[in-house]
Structures are given as structure tokens and as C-alpha cells.
């Protein structure tokens, strides 16, 4: 018997494991709570953090998070995402907090070098929200008692506290390896999807590294929320060979264009 039950184990693929965890993180905190929270502290991120003035390139961002977004819907139905883009060219990083919003740093888009590149930072992120991360790790380190205080808005005292734990050079916040995984299978599949060529994620991910390793001092903080590490670089390596996707678009060209403005 526990010899047949064996390859059944094996079997269950990654979905349902993701089903389960979704599930779990949605019997802790209700999908109301998490978008009265995540505007709560979207309001403190926008206070603490500069929002881009640059409308051209925010508008720019949202276009090109439109279809990615309508792809994750498949996954977690209902998320309504708001991308911001902050400006500060010495961040090389992005974060998703609960509820949809996306936040990321224009010193992550100057390291870009194509839409393909920014898609799969974005899809990444999107990955994070349709896997309830945010949340699950927030109602993990603060209690589901304080999250449901604050979406309610009692304790408004703390909003700050977490807001500057998640953004900015004293952003503190790291997810696990399991919730970068999923957040790189989901981000894989929808910039796929997409059209893009999957390999953006892998050639950012790869100078990231790379930049890590040379550390230029004119980079605070770079991705640090999600360390693209070496083992990272393979999986997707093996997801794009798997998927056996070849070409797609880059969007080099439009990139440039659009962001123009970033690196003058
Ligand atoms: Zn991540």
C-alpha cells in the first residue's frame, strides 16, 4: 500500500501544491482584509517613497503590465493591480504588496534593456500577488489579529513601520525560496504567454547576478527582496528548455524609447 501510494505523492504537481497554499493563505486573511490593507499601506508607501512625476513613462508601465495582468487572472481571479513607478534611479528593485499594488524603482527599469526584461520583472511580481505571498508573510510576522486591526484602520502607528519594511534602502522584506519559486513558474508562464521571449527573465536575472558580484557603489539595493541567485538562473534555464519556447518578443526598440527619459 505505501509503495502505490508513493508515485501518487510524487504525481501532484506543482499546481495543486499551489492551489493548497493560495487556499491556506486565503483561510487566514480574507480578500477584503488584504485590499484594506494593501491600500492602507499603498497610501504610507506613496508618502514615504517619490512617485515618478514622468506620467509618460508611468502610463508606459501600466500598458505594458495590462496583458500581463489579464493572464494571471487565470490563477487568482478578482485582483484589480495598480503599478507605480518610483523614482529613484538607485534602486535596482521591485515589490508587490497585498491587494495588487505594484511598486517598481526607476533604477530597476535604467538596468533594463528591453520590454522583455521589464515584463518579466513585472509577471514575477504579479506571480507574488496571485500566490497571496505578501500577505501569507505579513499575517506570519505580524499576526492576523494586528492585519485585521490596520485593514480596519485601527493601529495606523504601525502602517509606517511596515511600509518602510517593504520599500526603499531599509526594505527588509524577503520571501522564501518557495515563494520565489512559484512567483518565477507563474512569472514564466505569463511572460510566455504574453508573447515575450522568456528569456528577459533570464538575462536580467543574469546581470543582476553579475552586477551583484562587481557591486558598484551608485547601487543600493539591488533586488533585494528576491536575490536572483544562481540556482534561480538555472530553473529558469530548465523552464524555458522544458516549455521549449523559442524567440518571442523583446520590444528593445519601444523600450528605449518610452524610458527615454530616465536616462538622460
Ligand atoms: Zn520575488
Redesign the pocket.
Known amino acids: 500500500m505505501r509503495l502505490a501510494a508513493f508515485p501518487l505523492i510524487l504525481a501532484l504537481s506543482l499546481s495543486d501544491c499551489t492551489a493548497v497554499r493560495q487556499q491556506l493563505g486565503l483561510a487566514l486573511i480574507s480578500e477584503e482584509t488584504e485590499l484594506d490593507l494593501g491600500r492602507k499601506l499603498a497610501a504610507q508607501v506613496e508618502k514615504q517613497e517619490k512617485p515618478l512625476a514622468d506620467q509618460r513613462v508611468q502610463a508606459y508601465v501600466r500598458q505594458v503590465v495590462a496583458p500581463i495582468a489579464q493572464q494571471s487572472l487565470q490563477d487568482r481571479p478578482g485582483v484589480e493591480y495598480k503599478v507605480t513607478v518610483i523614482d529613484d534611479p538607485k534602486q535596482v528593485n521591485a515589490f508587490a504588496i497585498p491587494g495588487g499594488f505594484i511598486y517598481v524603482y526607476s533604477g530597476l527599469i535604467k538596468a533594463a534593456q528591453n520590454e522583455a526584461e521589464l515584463a518579466g520583472v513585472l509577471a514575477?511580481?504579479l506571480g507574488?500577488v496571485v500566490g497571496r505571498h505578501s500577505a501569507n508573510q505579513m499575517a506570519a510576522q505580524y499576526g492576523i489579529e494586528l492585519l485585521t486591526q490596520l485593514a480596519l484602520g485601527e493601529e495606523a502607528g504601525q502602517l509606517g513601520e511596515m511600509a518602510a519594511s517593504l520599500a526603499g534602502a531599509g526594505a527588509l522584506a524577503r520571501?522564501s525560496r518557495d515563494?520565489?519559486r512559484e512567483?518565477d513558474e507563474y512569472g514564466f508562464n505569463y511572460l510566455a504567454a504574453c508573447g515575450y521571449d522568456p528569456r528577459g527573465l533570464l538575462t536580467f536575472f543574469t546581470k543582476l547576478d553579475q552586477l551583484e558580484k562587481s557591486r558598484p557603489s551608485d547601487l543600493e539595493h539591488l533586488f533585494a527582496?528576491?536575490p536572483p541567485t544562481p540556482e534561480r538562473i538555472e530553473r529558469i534555464e530548465k523552464m524555458i528548455t522544458k516549455a521549449g519556447v523559442s524567440g518571442g518578443k523583446l520590444e528593445k526598440d519601444k523600450f528605449l524609447r518610452e524610458t527615454a527619459s530616465l536616462r538622460k
Request: no cysteine; glycine share 0%.
Open positions: 514575477h511580481e507574488h520571501f515563494d520565489e512567483a527582496s528576491h
